[in-house]
C-alpha cells in the first residue's frame, strides 16, 4: 500500500469516526433535553393536580366554598429540581402527601422527592418528608422530626387531624419562595436518575463506540508501525547489498587479474590485488560476525562471561588494538584515566566489542580529522567512560533512536556511511546484559559525548 493510499484511508477513516461521535452526541443530547422536557411536563401536569385535588378536597369539607375552575399559575419551578405550588389557602401535611403519592403515581414519576409546606406565622418551611421510591411504593421519611412515616388514613380522618400538631411543626431545609404566601414546596434530589434511565441504550452504543475507536487508535498504531518497520528494513538490506556488493566486486577484479597468468611476471602488483582481496575479505568477515552478533543477542538469555578486568589496562588495550584495525586511517585517539586502577566484572569480549562500536562511530561520522578524547572518571557510587569526539553530533529528537536496529540518522545519502545500524544497538544490549548504563550528550562546540555508566 503506497504513502498516499494510506493517508487517504487514515484521513477518511478519522473523519467517518469523528462523524459518528458528533451523530452520537447529538442524538444523546437530544435525548437528554427531550427526557428533561418530559419530566418537566410531567411534574407540572402532576402539581396542578395536586392543587386541583388540595381546592376540592377543602371545598368538600367547606361546602361554602366552590372549587376553583382554574388555578392559573399555580406551579413555579424555581430551580433545576425544586417546584413551589401556590393554592391560596391552608395545607395539611398527611393531606399533601396523599395527594402528591398518588398524582405522582399516576404520571409515573417514580422518584424521590421531599416536600414541605410554608409557615406564614413563622415563616419557614415545614413538615418536611423525604420521600424514597423502593419497588411500587414510596416510604415517608420526617425531615427534622422522629416521628414515624403515617399509616393510611381516610380524607376524613385527615380532615379531623387538621392543624392538630401544628405547634409541633419540624423546620425543613427547602428555602421560600416571597411571591406567594400559601404555598407548598417538592424537591427533586435525585432529578437526573429519572432522564438517564432513558438514556442507558445510548450509554452502552456509546460505549461499543469507544471500543470501536479505541480499535481504530490500535490499528493506525499498528499501520505506521508495520510502514516504519517497512521502511527499515528496506533501508537494512540496501545497505547490506551495498555492503556486499563492493568488498565482492573488489574480490572479483583482483581474481581475474591474479587468474592471468602474466601476473607472475609483476611481483609487485601480484602483490597488491593479493593484500585487496585479503582486506576486501576481512571487510566481509566483519560485517558478517556484526549480523551473526544481533541474532546471538536476540535469544532471550545470553549468558556472559563474567571475569574480573582491571579498567584502566583494559581500556587501553581495546583502544591499541582498534588503532591497529584502522590500515593507515588518519586519526587522533587520546585516553585519559583519573582513576589510577578499578577492578569490575564484565564479559571481555563484549566488553571490548562495545568500546570498538563506540571508536567506530566516532571514526566513520566524521567529516575532519577524527580526534577521539577517551576518559575514565569516578565518583563514590560510579564509574564513568567517556567517549568524546568531534563528529557531526547527534540532533536531540535522535539521541534514543539510534540505540534502534537498523536505525540510521537520516543525512542525505544513506550510502556516504558504511553500516547497517546494528552497531549501537549491540552496544545498548551489552550494556543492559551488564546492568549498566549508557548516555549521549553534546560535546560543545562540536561532536557527541557516550558516556558508560558503571556502578561501584
Known sequence: ??????????????FSVLGIILIQFFFLKNTVDLNEKRFHESTTQALNAVAFDLADYNSQKNPAKEAPDDLPNAVDQISNNYYVVNVNEDIHPDVLEHFLIQEFKKHNLNIDFEYAIYDCDHQKMVYGKYLTEVGDSLISTPMGGDSQPDECVTEEALFEQQYKNKSQATDSGLPTCAKYTYYFGVYFPNRSKYYSNQVHGWYVVNGFLLIVILFFGYTLFVIFKQRRLSEVQKNFINNLTHEFKTPIASIDLSSKVLADPKIINHPRRLSEYS???SEQTQRLSAQVDKVLQMASLDKKYMELELIEIELVSFIQKSINDFKTSQNGNEYQIYFDSQVDAAQVKADSLHFSNVIYNILDNAMKYCDDVPKINVVLKQDKKHLYIEFADNGIGIPTEFRQKIFGRFFRIPTGDIHNVKGFGLGLDYVRKIIERHRWKIEVSDN?????IFTIIIPR
Open 1 to 14: 500500500m503506497g504513502r498516499n493510499t494510506i493517508r487517504y484511508v487514515i484521513i477518511l477513516a478519522t
Open 275 to 277: 593484500k585487496i582481496i
Open 444 to 448: 560543545s562546540p562540536k561532536g557527541s
